[in-house]
């Protein structure tokens, strides 16, 4: 059986480089990475994605991308790290980038991370076109 792609990048960000593309429209610009908990089932697994989300299931805090990086030519890996005080406690399973519009560009669902308060963490995610 094929692994799951638990990073999908949304039908809102298809249509918008479509339409780009063919009309000479402009694309809004990736600045911020939200943060959820309800990207598991009962069991652990992350949840499947469709593309077509708009939300995380369970949104628990969105917050401005600390930079990205071109790894390939059709490719861009965003960061965004989190403080040693933000979200402790809290257990991660999703992650979505979000545009200047406040659309969800991408979106992933993961095992659980339980944010410790005492360390930072860096989440990336790719942007593969």
């Known amino acids: 059986m094929a ?67 071109f790894i390939a030519p059709a490719t861009i890996r965003y960061i965004c790290s989190l403080a040693e005080t933000e979200l402790a406690g809290k257990t991660i399973n999703e992650l979505a980038l979000v545009d200047s519009a406040g659309k969800l560009t991408a979106i992933r669902t993961m095992t659980n991370k339980i944010k410790d308060a ?3 963490f860096i989440f990336e995610i790719d942007d593969i076109y």
Not at 38 to 67: F, H, Y
């Open 118 to 120: 005492d360390m930072e």
């Open 3 to 69: 692994e799951q792609v638990l990073t999908v990048t949304t039908a809102y960000a298809r249509e918008q480089m479509a339409r780009a593309r063919a009309e000479g429209g402009t694309l809004t610009k990736v600045t911020k990475m939200a943060f959820g908990s309800g990207g598991v089932d009962a069991e652990g697994k992350p949840l499947p994605l469709d593309g077509t989300e708009q939300a995380l299931k369970a949104e628990l805090l969105q917050k401005d991308i600390t930079s990205y990086e």
